[in-house]
Nanobody, 126 residues
Framework: QVQLVESWGGLVQAGGSLRVSCAAS????????MGWFRQAPGKERNFVAA????????YYADSVQGRFAISRDNIKNTVYLQMNNLKPEDTAVYYC???????????????????WGQGTQVTVSR
């Protein structure tokens, strides 16, 4: 069982960069596959990026491929989302999520994860 807390969201101008973090407490973080999702007002929660427990495999939504990078530090029990060349359409609440042993299956699906953080707001101005 892990608890997830996101941080370091904020306001940034279009074209700028931001790195959000997700700190995990509890045991066995290193065997959790982790994902980032985002939800804009009035819209569904959508997949952004995911990373396997080892960090060896990463996955991205088409809309962020080449601009965002997910990484993790299993010593610090933290997963990161580096966001570059931000666009106004990236504005949303960003959530991290965790699940043991996804093994590359359904990593893009909200329903696949059973641990969620409270979210952090990212706002990109024009």
């Amino acid at each position: 069982q892990v608890q997830l807390v996101e941080s370091w969201g904020g306001l940034v101008q279009a074209g700028g960069s931001l790195r959000v973090s997700c700190a995990a407490s509890g045991r066995l973080f290193s065997i959790y596959d982790m994902g980032w999702f985002r939800q804009a007002p009035g819209k569904e929660r959508n997949f952004v990026a995911a990373i396997s427990w080892s960090g060896r495999n990463t996955y991205y939504a088409d809309s962020v491929q080449g601009r965002f990078a997910i990484s993790r530090d299993n010593i610090k029990n933290t997963v990161y989302l580096q966001m570059n060349n931000l666009k106004p359409e990236d504005t949303a609440v960003y959530y991290c999520a965790g699940k043991k042993y996804l093994n590359g299956q359904n990593y893009y699906s909200v329903e696949a994860y059973d641990h969620w953080g409270q979210g952090t707001q990212v706002t990109v101005s024009r």
